[in-house]
């Protein structure tokens, strides 16, 4: 089992930057894809981004492609999500997630088979 924890959410002015840390316990995630997605009140979850075993491959959604960053730190067992120029619309609960049946970057939620319990980012206007 692979645990999840989240941190470094809160609340930001628009234009303003946040990093986010996803640690993991249980096993090593080092040939895990990782993910991070976010819900916004009375929306459905949506892929934010992605990182391979290799932290060359990365994939990002449209919305945040050029504004925000993914990487992983494998000896810490950590994956981030660096954020930039956030806007009110990137208010959500964003979640990590990990994949132990692919090592490539992927949007697909159902590839995911563990999930922390997400951290609150608020980005006022």
């Known amino acids: 089992q692979v645990q999840l924890v989240e941190s470094g959410g809160g609340l930001v002015q628009a234009g303003g930057s946040l990093r986010l840390s996803c640690t993991a316990s249980?096993?090593?995630?080092?040939?895990?894809?990782m993910g991070w997605f976010r819900q916004a009140p009375g929306k459905e979850r949506e892929f934010v981004a992605s990182?391979?075993?290799?932290?060359?491959?990365?994939l990002y959604a449209d919305s945040v492609k050029g504004r925000f960053t993914v990487s992983r730190d494998n000896a810490k067992n950590t994956v981030y999500l660096q954020m930039n120029s956030l806007t009110p619309g990137d208010t959500a609960v964003y979640y990590c997630?990990?994949?132990?049946?692919?090592?490539?970057?992927?949007?697909?939620?159902?590839?995911?088979?563990?999930w922390g319990q997400g951290t609150q980012v608020t980005v006022s206007s």
């Open positions: 249980g096993r090593t995630i080092n040939n895990y894809a």
């Open positions: 997630a990990a994949s132990s049946r692919i090592n490539w970057p992927t949007m697909t939620r159902t590839s995911y088979d563990y």
């Open positions: 990182i391979g075993w290799s932290a060359s491959y990365t």
